[in-house]
């Protein structure tokens, strides 16, 4: 039943900042935690970040705790990824991910967890 749709990728050189938005419907959204997922080119889908429903919490990919920061905005149903000091190892497309599980380590998809399509983001080495 929901939808994610990603945007904000784009070309951006190194060290610049992008800010991605992932925009959510859903009745359920306040109550997922949500995170940004990405895949480099020939790697596998790989955690970025993670926030709570209520958006206190967050967590990080050790890759790009400091650089990156998750937010959100229930109330337009939006999750933000902004993007700083950006470097060509970020080259990827981000996926948005909603209704995620933790695993002990970190928050991961489960069978049920609903996407976007994702949005490329590319670094020129």
């Known amino acids: 039943q929901a939808q994610l749709v990603e945007s904000g990728g784009g070309l951006v050189q190194a060290g610049g900042s992008l800010r991605l938005s992932c925009a959510a419907s859903g009745r359920s959204f306040s109550g997922y935690v949500m995170g940004w997922f990405r895949q480099p080119p020939g790697k596998e889908r790989e955690f970025v970040a993670a926030i709570s429903g209520s958006g206190i919490s967050t967590w990080y990919a050790d890759s790009v705790k400091g650089r990156f920061t998750i937010s959100r905005d229930n109330i337009k149903r939006l999750v933000y990824l902004q993007m700083n000091s950006l470097n060509p190892e970020d080259t990827a497309v981000y996926y948005c991910?909603?209704?995620?599980?933790?695993?002990?380590?970190?928050?991961?998809?489960?069978?049920?967890?609903?996407w976007g399509k994702g949005t490329l983001v590319t670094v020129p080495s």
């Open positions: 991910a909603a209704d995620l599980l933790w695993d002990g380590s970190r928050w991961g998809p489960k069978s049920t967890t609903y």
